[in-house]
């Protein structure tokens, strides 16, 4: 898989210029007592507003200049309330233990991240971490490596424990309207029925209209990166209409896209950026190109695809470029070129080669069919003959790459004739 944009690093970093320094509670400690509400601080971003004003990991924030702080969707607004004035600074409230801390602090990014408190709350995110890490088991390793939690429901099972939380949250009030509904969001799952895909655009749109910018493009990251690409798309695509020179973000929708397999539409944001290449990075570049080398394949321009697959390879030298070249080689049934690609894979990384030995000699084998050579692809498929669930390791291995079915669909119809 490609390498992917960090949209949480860039957050945290947007205003280590400014200065910050604490400011003494106005009220004595004993008129005030922790809230026991808020959002805790998970995280604190070197040289930002909150470490230089001393915030540490497990400080609670309670309040935002005039703003209680009850979850990401009241804090999100209490900084799109101060946006107005952005150089005017802003008393923010935390908690360490009971002891009161105020800072001041220009509005916006802080430096930190943080989740949302309560214990309703942290049942919750408990529930969504086994959701997601359920997910990404593939398929065939489903009733084998990880049999016992499959057998006991798997992902089903977790999904309605979670939803089990979020309707007790709901009817006891312990979790806020905006807590239910981005839970049930994070429920549906990129495959799931076509009724629960239409259920899960009515909740989007619902979450959209109610919620500010910043909170929408913060959601859509933190759903990428769990591998929630629906919702990411859409909540990505909306942010970018209020902040659309937002490079890594532009960038990360096009990673959403691409593991949605709406490959044109990736190599568009792709095409986007790439217009103006003074705002990338070195690894801006490779994942610019990884996007249009993919879209260069899904419409069977292979030399395309190879020519900006090696630009991305020029760079970083990352193996991902270099299966993109031998897939797009092996479409062609240029067996010369696959042979030459292959040569500099083992010779980038050797380790991780011969771990994806699997998916190289898939790949050969389909590029000495496209050549004619059905006799020589099957002498590299009897390589395998012992290994268990080629099937279903081919399919994990190419599910991302356009056309990458038409390798497992050679592999399965070279054994058939043995």
Same mark, same amino acid.
């Given at each position: ?6 949209? #949480? ?209 913060? #959601? ?73 080398? #993919? ?35 092996? #479409? ?87």
């Amino acid at each position: 898989m490609p390498k992917r944009f960090s949209f #949480l690093s860039f957050v945290l970093t947007a205003c280590a210029f400014l200065c910050v320094q604490p400011v003494q509670a106005q009220m004595p400690e004993t008129e005030r007592r922790n809230p026991g509400r808020g959002v805790r601080v998970i995280e604190v971003a070197p040289q930002g507003q909150a470490e230089r004003a001393g915030i540490q990991v497990m400080d609670l924030l309670s309040k935002y200049g005039k703003f209680t702080v009850v979850d990401h969707s009241s804090y999100y607004k209490a900084r799109e309330f101060y946006l107005k004035t952005p150089e005017v600074k802003v008393k923010v409230e935390f908690w360490r233990g009971h002891t009161r801390i105020v800072i001041e602090v220009f509005p916006g990014t802080i430096g930190m991240d943080t989740n949302e408190y309560g214990l309703v709350a942290y049942q919750l995110d408990s529930a969504m971490m086994h959701v997601n890490a359920l997910l990404p088991i593939p398929e065939f390793k489903r009733m084998v490596e990880f049999k016992d939690v499959f057998e006991k429901g798997g992902l089903p099972a977790a999904i309605a424990k979670a939803n089990e939380i979020i309707d007790r949250g709901e009817a006891e009030g312990a979790l806020t309207a905006t807590q239910v509904l981005v839970g049930r969001i994070g429920l549906i799952l990129d495959d799931a029925p076509e009724e629960e895909l239409k259920k899960l655009d009515a909740l989007l749109a619902e979450f959209i209209r109610g919620q500010p910018a910043e909170y929408i493009g913060y #959601l859509g990251e933190k759903f990428r990166e769990k591998e929630h690409f629906r919702a990411a798309r859409e909540l990505l695509k909306h942010y970018l209409l209020t902040d659309p020179d937002n490079v890594s973000i532009r960038l990360n929708l096009g990673y959403v896209c691409s593991s949605l397999g709406l490959w044109a539409e990736a190599e568009a944001a792709a095409d986007l950026v790439l217009t103006h290449p003074e705002d990338l990075s070195p690894h801006g570049f490779v994942v610019a190109y990884q996007q249009k080398a #993919l879209g260069a394949l899904h419409r069977g321009d292979y030399d395309t695809s190879i020519s900006f697959a090696t630009k991305g390879f020029e760079i970083e030298r990352g193996t991902f470029e270099l299966s993109v070249v031998q897939l797009a080689a092996a #479409l062609s049934g240029n067996v010369t070129k696959f042979n030459e690609v292959s040569a500099r894979y083992k010779e980038a990384d050797p380790d991780n080669y011969e771990s994806l030995k699997l998916k190289t000699d898939s790949a050969e084998a389909l590029a000495l069919s496209r050549s004619g050579q059905d006799e020589l692809a099957r002498a590299v498929i009897a390589r395998w003959a012992q290994k268990d669930r080629i099937e279903g390791r081919l399919r994990n291995y190419w599910r991302f790459y356009p056309h990458g079915n038409k390798v497992v669909e050679n592999w399965l119809r070279l054994a058939q004739q043995k």
